[in-house]
DNA sequence: ATCCTGATTA
DNA sequence: TAATCCGGAT
């Protein structure tokens, strides 16, 4: 138990810290919760500038799902091309709009559906995975879960704390000793992936780093 | 374990 | 020129 409780406060440093050098992140980037899907399955092993350069080419369409998916797929296709992925996520987001129709387009009718379960649900949707799952469930449902992205293991295993192997394995260990608040969660991701682009990335930048502190790697 | 893919960076 | 980018399906 003793373990436990210091991984509890390991996890509000982390957050703390980053919070102080960071600042608050305004998190999902994006106008609508319709927006946050299909931002979210864009970005899929991409760099946000690219999914940026998407966004503007489908701006008449993102307030109007329903326009969306009238769309062919291929014209859909050129239109996301700068994302990478182009024809998979064409047909990802169209999977989701084949889905999200039979709620007529609306968030509210799938939390009245499915109040509990909506994580299942999105998980059958061709093209949500996990991670995409949980960013909407908190960033479009705001209910409270960690998002266990690779930023957050990267940041985690490089500070020496023992990572779970697996996706639910590490959301349920941060969701076991953090704060059940979405509004931290938001802010908590928001802020790792900040700084897994700035100071935590694939060779790290470790001078000025704001978990220096706690990082093994420094000592 | 491999494929999907364009744009930027090292 | 190669590696990398807020993954997921097969």
Known sequence: MKANESIDETYLNIYELLYERYGPQYWWPADTPFEVVIGAILVHHTNWANVERS???LAPYLS????LARLPEETLAKLIRSSGFYRVKAKRIRAFLRWFQQYDYEFQRVKKVHQENIREELLQIYGIGQETADVILLYVFHI???IADRYARTIFQ??????????????????????KDANLLNEFHALLVTHG???CKKTPICDYCP???MCSRLV
């Open 55 to 57: 966004l503007e080419k």
């Open 158 to 179: 490089r500070i020496g704390i023992h990572v779970p192997r697996t996706y639910d394995g590490l959301r349920k260990q941060v969701e076991n000793h953090f704060p």
């Open 197 to 199: 682009k700035t100071y």
């Open 211 to 213: 978990l220096r502190t």
């Open 64 to 67: 109007d799902p329903e326009t």
């Open 144 to 146: 409270p879960v960690f």
